[in-house]
């Protein structure tokens, strides 16, 4: 069974900082792409970052230079770095992936960046 949990989200001011985690399991975590995605309030949920399995990265134009994707795969787990945060940072983070046709997300994880 695919699982995948995010944690680390948290209140913020903008400048800030925060590191999200996504402890993924039930898939052969190594072979697949894994990707960040947000909702903000109101918004339709967007990509914010992807790595595939072999490390190629893609970011949305306003994750790049503040955002960075990361993946362990002994630990079988994706992280986002994201520094320099501003409001318009606020969403609820999704972890993704897709197996063989299925989607599978996390629950979410909350951002808010505010002053």
């Known amino acids: 069974q695919v699982q995948l949990v995010e944690s680390g989200g948290g209140s913020v001011q903008p400048g800030g900082s925060l590191r999200l985690s996504c402890a993924a399991s039930?898939?052969?975590?190594?072979?697949?792409?894994m990707s960040w995605y947000r909702q903000a309030p109101g918004k339709e949920r967007e990509l914010v970052a992807r790595?595939?399995?072999?490390?190629?990265?893609i970011y949305a134009d306003a994750a790049k230079g503040r955002f960075t994707i990361s993946r362990d795969n002994a630990q079988n787990a994706v992280y986002l770095q994201m520094n320099s945060l501003i409001p318009d940072d606020t969403g609820v983070y999704y972890c993704?992936?897709?197996?063989?046709?299925?989607?599978?997300w996390g629950q979410g994880t909350q951002v808010t960046v505010s002053s």
């Open positions: 039930g898939f052969p975590f190594s072979s697949y792409a």
């Open positions: 993704y992936t897709s197996l063989l046709g299925s989607r599978y």
């Open positions: 790595m595939s399995n072999l490390g190629v990265t």
